[in-house]
Structure formats: C-alpha cells, structure tokens
C-alpha cells in the first residue's frame, strides 16, 4: 500500500474522486497502525469518496461522513454516517428509502460489531427505531413575515 499525492508539493490525501467521471481512489496505509479500527475507517474512506463520485461535496454544516481531512486524527473523528442534508442528497441522486437503508446498514454492522463498534450500532438503531415512529415526518411550516 502507498500514499496518494494529487500534485507534486502536496501533502498525502485518503482518497480522491473525479466527480465529473465518477472514479476514485483510495489508499488505507495510514490506518493499518490503528488494527482495532482498520475495517471502520477503510469504510468511511470507501464511502466519502464515493460520495464524491454522487456528486456530494464536502460538507461544512454538520459532523458528517462527507466532512473533509486533512489528517489521520480528523479522519479517524468523523463519523460513518451523513448528516441529513448530505443522505437527502444522496437519497435524491439513487432514490431509497431512508428507513430501509439503515435497517441495512444495521444487518451489517450486527454482523461485525467487533470493527464498527457499539456506538455505531446503538445510532442505527435510535434512527430505525425513530424513523419506524414517525414514518412521514413534517416538516414545520415556513414563518410569515
């Protein structure tokens, strides 16, 4: 495994998609210290970049899968999950259903919880548990000036 370097000065990137071709790349050798969580942050790697090959920029609103780093600490930091704005996007590119995607997600985490932790699972599960509550959320209605 190597580094990726976009352009000669630059410094190391995880990965890096071209949205406009739908391709990217992704290299792992900064996390094969950290063993423990290899499989998760290969994961999340996996999955921005692929964001970016939807078209999904880096996010600036919210903690997000689709946060950008710079460093190993704010890549192992971010979490594996989008934030709204960024699973709306995404859900307006291929079209699922959100409820569904998580119980997926959730089977798989289940599967291996020694790599994608307790926390991990226990969110899946407060958002299927939430989302199955209130199938059809509202949003508030605008204020009249």
């Not at 790697?45 to 710079?70: A, D, P, R, W």
């Not at 699973?87 to 089977?107: A, C, G, S, W």
Request: aromatic letters at 14%; one cysteine or more; a positive charge.
């Amino acid at each position: 495994m190597y580094d990726l370097y976009p352009r000669d000065g630059w410094n190391f990137v995880f990965g890096q998609a071209r949205l406009a071709d739908s391709v990217g790349v992704f290299s792992f050798i900064r996390y094969v210290d950290n063993t423990s969580n290899f499989l998760l942050n290969c994961c999340k790697v996996m999955t921005h970049e692929i964001g970016h090959m939807f078209g999904i920029k880096h996010c600036c609103y919210f903690q997000c899968l689709m946060n950008g780093s710079n460093h190993l600490e704010e890549s192992t930091s971010k979490p594996m999950f989008l934030c709204p704005m960024d699973l709306h996007k995404l859900q307006h590119y291929i079209n699922f259903d959100v409820l569904e995607r998580y119980q997926n997600l959730l089977t798989f985490l289940l599967h291996h919880p020694q790599h994608f932790g307790s926390n991990n699972i226990q969110w899946l599960k407060t958002r299927c548990q939430s989302l199955s509550s209130h199938p059809n959320p509202s949003l508030p209605k605008p204020n009249k000036h």
